[in-house]
């Protein structure tokens, strides 16, 4: 079973930027999308950003285009997620898994424990 450790949250103003880290114990399966999600107090896990272990494709939430980029580091399985021009409707906890799909319904593999991300007006 693949395990994702995720890093990298913290307490930032708006308008800062915060580089989230992914550590999966494995490399998942080719054919699954490496993904972001994240859950905001009171609501449900939400697709933020995935990208293919290539590195090829990547993916976007509409609210985080432009300000959000996803990458890859295939040979440490590690996957970042560099956030921009925070708001603080971006408040949340930040999670990765892998899977064939971008829906939280779609991921295969157990959640880690998240990262929270704080964002002060």
């Known amino acids: 079973q693949v395990q994702f450790v995720e890093s990298g949250g913290g307490l930032v103003q708006a308008g800062g930027s915060l580089k989230l880290s992914c550590a999966a114990s494995?490399?998942?399966?080719?054919?699954?999308?490496m993904i972001w999600f994240r859950r905001a107090p009171g609501k449900e896990r939400d697709f933020v950003a995935a990208?293919?272990?290539?590195?090829?494709?990547?993916y976007y939430a509409d609210s985080v285009k432009g300000r959000f980029t996803i990458s890859i580091d295939a040979a440490k399985n590690t996957v970042y997620l560099q956030m921009n021009s925070l708001k603080p409707e971006d408040t949340a906890v930040y999670y990765c898994?892998?899977?064939?799909?971008?829906?939280?319904?779609?991921?295969?593999?157990?959640w880690g424990q998240g990262t929270q991300v704080t964002v002060s007006s």
């Open positions: 898994n892998s899977g064939p799909g971008i829906t939280p319904g779609q991921v295969m593999f157990s």
């Open positions: 494995e490399r998942t399966f080719s054919s699954y999308a």
């Open positions: 990208i293919t272990w290539s590195g090829g494709n990547t």
